[in-house]
């Protein structure tokens, strides 16, 4: 058997209007009540005089009643639709109440004593950390982080910012030395290569490059021995010359690639950290590392990896904000239950947290007190007037409709009171 189907829970707003609508039937039902128990008691007093009471106490709250009945009215609407200055004080003077409104907000909510009483007695990052720490809000809140970083990566234009972020780049690139990156570039490599046995294979090419190099200049040299030595010196000794620089070079190099504690190594290395210093300082060098850098950046190709490689971070980005299961939001949902673990549980971090989130409410209530509080004065000046009053009265009209009501049967009682005490006095 189907059950039935539950009807849908009626509005606040509907509700309030029964309120309203059954406390002024009521109020109103009352009033009448004593305009018909004072004609009858008119009527009748002839025949029963003990009815003056009745008559009293209908008559006074029959004022009472409609006393009261025009103060209510007045609030929200002319009585009568009669055009009676003072009422109508709502729709009329709405835009006063709402300045109004926003002074009082202003001058007892929004002050420094106000607020550090309020703070005094929360703790914020303790609330704050119980609450991120909960898996459904820390997924929550990555679930809409996500979602607005996502709207607003692609609200942006991305030509924009990506070139912004490349003259970033190009600035960051700029601003290093380039000279300090050089040394510190030949440093590490210098460091890697006279290191441990790094330092014999570099000793034992740099001689066997020697030694190749020697090899194949042979002619070349003996040829400038030649060139380089007078006329008249006989041609034997040209040749001695040449063994003897030659054969001496090759024993150095031979002497050298056989002693791994040869001094001459020690020599290289310190030569080679000499080398790096100075072409650290070299104007001329790092004129053109800055050249060859420039050149580099602005290449087509490096411009077009680069144009490449945003293009697929930017899918990719988007792809994983989108994802529930990527591992960038799993990671932000994780971290974010840390911290809010942190915070719960971390006196020391809450009290940072605290004194930081105090700070910046004292600033703000400090500084934007006013334009804070003119948010409603500003609202209000933006509603209907009619709507307005509606609002309001809406809210508040059924406890106005009690305050006829009161005041029908206060009055009656006042003139019952003043009926009996002139008898008593008479």
């Known amino acids: 058997m189907n059950e039935p189907a539950l009807a849908p829970a009626p509005s606040p707003d509907l509700e309030a209007k029964l309120r309203l609508r059954r406390m002024r039937v009521i109020a109103t039902l009352l009033l009448v009540a004593m305009a018909v128990a004072l004609l009858a008691s008119n009527v009748l007093l002839e025949r029963w005089p003990w009815l003056g009471a009745l008559r009293a106490f209908s008559e006074a709250a029959l004022i009472g009643g409609l006393a009261d009945w025009f103060a209510v009215t007045a609030l929200f609407r002319r009585p009568l639709g009669l055009p009676i200055p003072h009422t109508a004080i709502v729709p009329t003077r709405k835009n006063e109440i709402g300045r109004a409104l926003a002074r009082f907000i202003r001058d007892n909510f929004l002050v420094r004593e106000a607020i550090e009483r309020r703070l005094d007695r929360a703790d914020l990052a303790e609330r704050l950390g119980a609450w991120l720490a909960k898996d459904e809000n820390a997924a929550r809140v990555t679930r809409d982080s996500s979602a607005a970083l996502d709207w607003l990566l692609r609200a942006s234009d991305g030509e924009e910012l990506r070139n912004a972020l490349g003259a970033s780049l190009r600035g960051a690139l700029d601003a290093v030395p380039v000279g300090v990156g050089l040394a510190a570039l030949l440093e590490v490599l210098l460091d890697v290569l006279l290191s441990g046995e790094h330092s014999q294979a570099l000793i034992d090419k740099l001689v066997a490059l020697a030694r190749a190099q020697l090899e194949n200049q042979r002619v070349l040299i003996r040829v400038r021995i030649h060139e380089r030595s007078p006329w008249w010196l006989p041609k034997f000794v040209d040749q001695q010359i040449f063994d003897e620089l030659v054969g001496g070079l090759e024993q150095i190099l031979e002497a050298i690639a056989r002693d791994p504690r040869h001094p001459a190594r020690t020599e290289i290395a310190a030569a080679l950290r000499s080398l790096r210093d100075s072409l650290a300082s070299d104007p001329a060098l790092v004129a053109r590392s800055r050249t060859l850098q420039s050149e580099v950046i602005d290449h087509p190709a490096i411009r077009a990896y680069a144009h490449d490689l945003w293009q697929r971070l930017d899918a ?73 009053s509606r609002r309001i009265e809406l809210s508040i009209g059924t406890d106005l409709q009690y305050i006829r009501v009161n005041g029908t049967l206060v009055g009656g009682f006042v003139g019952l009171l003043l009926y009996l005490g002139w008898h008593l006095l008479d």
């Open 316 to 388: 990719d980005l988007h792809a994983a904000l989108q994802d529930p299961g990527s591992t960038l939001r799993l990671g932000v949902e994780r971290e974010i239950r840390d911290i809010g673990t942190a915070l719960a549980s971390d006196p020391a971090v809450a009290a940072t947290l605290n004194t930081w989130l105090e700070q910046l409410l004292l600033y703000l209530v400090e500084n934007y007190r006013d334009p804070l509080s003119e948010i409603v004065s500003e609202t209000i000046e933006q509603w209907d007037p009619d709507a307005t």
